[in-house]
């Protein structure tokens, strides 16, 4: 069991904004340590798309962006595209876990 | 550009040890910049950090599995390791390698390589 919990599907129609949650605790989020991104499409890899809370790596779009606070962080997606069905995941950091890589339980965003 | 590929065997028996390697093209695995990790992920399920290891041979494992997992590197040929002992059909995963900053824990995976799926099975 991931100790950052996501919602596990959401859906919206082309052109909606969409969020997804990944809610943790003081040992993780709420002590401060950043959170990343990841998209998977298909059958690939996952892909960094937000890290550090709210940055975006080169060519990915602005439609996608990330919040934190408290013990939690958000993803949104505005204006929601076909290709943007996939799973996302978010990654911390949890001091009782001792780990770099604490990944949440994933989100499967379904474009209707 | 920075790439890299896993490779190993598909399938592994139960109670053996899984060994796959991680080879790092278009970029230095000496670097003093950068972690390299080994992710899973379960069939139709969620990702799982295995462990990282710097350049230097220092590693740091998932708790869940640190009595089992074993990381090398091997800097003069550019690749590293991964060994997950007594493994069994949980075990059964994509496994995919992957690089992370050193500067500090919890930072982002930037590069991945494409995944090799393994299943143990007799």
């Known amino acids: 069991q991931s100790v950052l919990t996501q919602p596990p599907s959401v859906s919206g129609a082309p052109g909606q904004w969409v969020t997804i949650s990944c809610t943790g605790s003081?040992?993780?989020?709420?002590?401060?340590?950043?959170v990343h991104w990841y998209q998977q499409l298909p059958g690939t890899a996952p892909k960094l798309l937000i890290y550090?809370?709210?940055n975006r790596p080169s060519g990915v779009p602005d439609r996608f962006s990330g919040s934190q606070s408290g013990t939690s962080a958000s993803l949104a997606i505005t204006g929601l595209q076909a290709e943007d069905e996939a799973d996302y995941y978010c990654q911390s950091y949890d001091s009782r876990l001792s780990g770099s890589g604490v990944f949440g339980t994933g989100t499967k965003v379904t474009v209707l | 550009q920075l790439q890299l590929q896993e490779s190993g065997p598909g399938l592994v028996k139960p109670s053996a040890t899984l060994s796959l390697t991680c080879t790092v093209s278009?970029?230095?695995?000496?670097?003093?910049?950068?972690?390299w990790g080994w992710i899973r992920q379960p069939p139709g399920k969620g990702l799982e950090w295995v462990g990282s290891i710097y350049y230097s041979g220092s590693a740091y494992y998932n708790p869940s599995l640190k009595s089992r997992v074993t990381i090398s590197v091997h800097t003069s040929r550019n690749l590293f390791s991964l060994r997950l002992s007594s493994v069994t059909a949980a075990d059964t995963a994509v496994y995919y390698c992957?690089?992370?900053?050193?500067?500090?824990?919890?930072?982002?995976?930037?590069?991945w390589g494409q995944g090799t799926l393994v299943t143990v099975s007799s």
């Open positions: 278009g970029g230095s695995i000496g670097s003093t910049s950068y972690y």
């Open positions: 992957a690089r992370h900053e050193a500067t500090a824990a919890g930072k982002p995976f930037d590069y």
């Open positions: 550090t809370n709210i």
């Open positions: 003081s040992s993780n989020i709420g002590a401060g340590y950043d």
